[in-house]
């Protein structure tokens, strides 16, 4: 069975400071994987996707996210954080159904 | 493009009532989905509709869960009897379709936060 494993139930960064928040997956099959964000009593919204070919992918906001096949890895980094970035990040994992891991709430401080 | 509306926003009840939530997903979105996401964790997929028939429900407690989606479009997930374990938030998710390739994206409506004392 497809899963993902994410790093820290809790990131703290200062505005301005490097974003890096951490998801490792486990799948049998080349994996689909995603990140989504989700704002305080809101729904989850996608941030990028990966499905095949450039291993780099961009998302909104200015995030971004790199698979690498050789450490099972999806880290989500952004260059400098925001205060409207403070909210829980969610990496996902997919065959047929999405497979969230447990999150991690980014908290920002000024 | 409206999103994926969902009601009631929030809902307290006794254990042992029955309490249903209501989803209209994005108009021509063939699949739908119903998440539980309990406090602290990720998403649970509980069911998933592709038009009004359902094509995975191997999470939902069909015990005293029931979902239904009636033409294809609107849904309906009811819990009777509730439990304190089912205090949770219910979000309702649609796609245009579900791919072969497994690259549908879904979209989320704002989901009902359950309290169930």
């Known amino acids: 069975a497809q899963s993902v494993t994410q790093l820290g139930s809790h990131v703290s960064v200062s505005e301005g400071a490097l974003v890096l928040l951490r998801c490792n997956y486990s799948?049998?099959?080349?994996?689909?994987l995603f990140w989504y964000v989700q704002y305080p009593n809101q729904g989850l919204q996608l941030l990028l996707k990966y499905t095949t070919g450039a291993t780099l992918v961009k998302g909104i906001n200015g995030f971004e996210a790199e698979f690498k096949k050789s450490e099972t890895s999806f880290h989500l980094t952004k260059p400098s954080a925001h205060m409207s970035d403070a909210a829980e990040y969610f990496c996902a994992v997919s065959d047929q159904k999405l497979v969230f891991g447990t999150g991690t709430r980014l908290l920002v401080s000024p | 493009e409206a999103g994926v509306a969902q009601s009631p926003r929030y809902k307290i009840i006794e254990k042992r009532q029955s309490v249903a939530f209501w989803c209209n997903p994005i108009s021509g979105h063939a699949t739908l989905y119903w998440y539980q996401q309990i406090l602290g964790q990720g998403p649970k997929l509980l069911i998933q509709f592709q038009n009004n028939g359902v094509v995975d429900d191997s999470q939902l407690p069909k015990d005293r869960f029931s979902a239904e989606r009636l033409k294809g479009v609107d849904s309906t997930l009811k819990i009777q009897p509730a439990k304190l374990e089912d205090s949770a938030v219910y979000l309702c998710a649609s796609s245009l379709e579900v791919l072969t390739s497994g690259t549908y994206e879904q979209y989320f409506g704002p989901g009902t936060r359950l309290t169930v004392t």
């Open positions: 799948s049998s099959v080349p994996p689909y």
